[in-house]
């Protein structure tokens, strides 16, 4: 928490190198193992014990197998409904974007703050609310879309520049529109990710702020502003809980139609 | 005017934006409910829609907090 009465809800994404590895380059690039890596290299662990504990084939599911087959089947059944029979070559692609999203997304809302006596300065850190992760993911998504498109079109690609049953006298309008939109994707995907964990992350960071420091001026202040905030945030948790698993279903989704764009055109 | 004063002004005139998506996002939901009650069969359906919707109403008041960030820590 910051000194002086004064809440800084940014510093919760400052990247810094750790375990000594400050130094660390690579063709003249600084390759630090950060907290960032970390985080992501947790939600990859998480994910990969979720999977390996459901992964048993028993003809009558257990409770883990069946939550398993349910994130597999959700993912699935959303590819089948949006892109057809084809689209089930993407499973693994929007499979893993949607549960490292979400992965990532829920690790950075765990509340090992409680911790900080054991080890100062210990704090969740979301990967996801950063736009170099989130772009990434979003280029992956854009890259294949053209990848595919192009591979089973060609050229023919560009039709989908022109919609059916544009009218002739606005060919000079539609194109360019449906380009400038088609442009945009990369951007709003990674967009859209990145700001919705960075203002969730700063909204419960304020309301923390404020619970603090309405607490630690007195029973009376404690009482009036102190309480409510905190009953406010408990609410707000289930929110951005909620706002997790909405931004990676959003970003799979999305994913998802981009490619339905890609194999069948429209 | 003082540019910071201009500065958080404009932060606070973005949040007028974000604002007015929350209204979108709530028009969303509530046609969906609307048209489901209705509808009920036919609801299920149309959830990716009904998503696509929330975001692209969510996005635009992403875009307006992402100003009044960049205004304040920014600019």
């Known amino acids: 928490m910051a000194e002086g009465g004064k809440i800084d809800p940014m510093h919760q994404f400052t990247v810094e190198p750790l375990f000594g590895t400050t130094n660390w380059s690579l063709g003249g690039y600084n390759i630090a193992f950060t907290n960032s890596a970390l985080w992501m290299v947790l939600a990859l662990l998480a994910l990969w014990v979720f999977m390996i504990g459901g992964m048993r084939k028993q003809l009558v599911p257990g409770r883990w197998q069946a939550a398993v087959e349910g994130l597999t089947g959700f993912v699935d059944n959303m590819l089948a409904s949006n892109v057809g029979k084809e689209g089930r070559r993407f499973v693994p692609l929007v499979f893993t974007l949607f549960s490292f999203i979400l992965m990532a997304n829920l690790l950075g809302l765990l509340p090992i703050g409680i911790f900080r006596p054991l080890a100062p300065g210990l704090h969740p850190f979301a990967s996801t609310s950063h736009f170099t992760l989130t772009g990434v993911l979003a280029l992956l998504s854009f890259g294949t879309v053209l990848v595919v498109g192009f591979a089973r079109h060609g050229f023919h690609f560009f039709s989908l520049f022109v919609p059916h049953g544009t009218p002739w006298w606005l060919m000079w309008l539609i194109p360019p529109v449906e380009f400038f939109s088609f442009m945009v994707r990369p951007f709003s995907l990674a967009l859209r990710l990145f700001v919705a964990m960075t203002a969730g992350h700063i909204l419960l960071e304020v309301l923390a702020g404020f619970v603090v420091q309405s607490g630690s001026s007195g029973l009376l202040w404690g009482t009036i502003v102190g309480l409510p905030t905190f009953l406010l945030m408990i609410g707000i948790s289930a929110l951005e809980l909620l706002v997790c698993v909405i931004q990676a279903y959003v970003f799979a989704l999305l994913t998802s139609l981009y490619l339905n764009d890609a194999v069948n055109l429209h | ?75």
């Open chain 2, 1 to 75: 005017m003082d540019a910071e004063a201009a500065k958080l002004l404009g932060a606070g005139l973005a949040a007028i934006g974000a604002g007015l998506a929350a209204l979108g996002v709530g028009n969303v939901f509530a046609k969906f409910l609307e048209g489901a009650l209705r509808n009920p069969s036919a609801a299920d359906s149309q959830q990716g829609r009904l998503f696509i919707g929330f975001a692209a109403a969510e996005l635009l008041g992403l875009l307006s907090f992402v100003i009044a960030v960049l205004l304040i820590f920014v600019a």
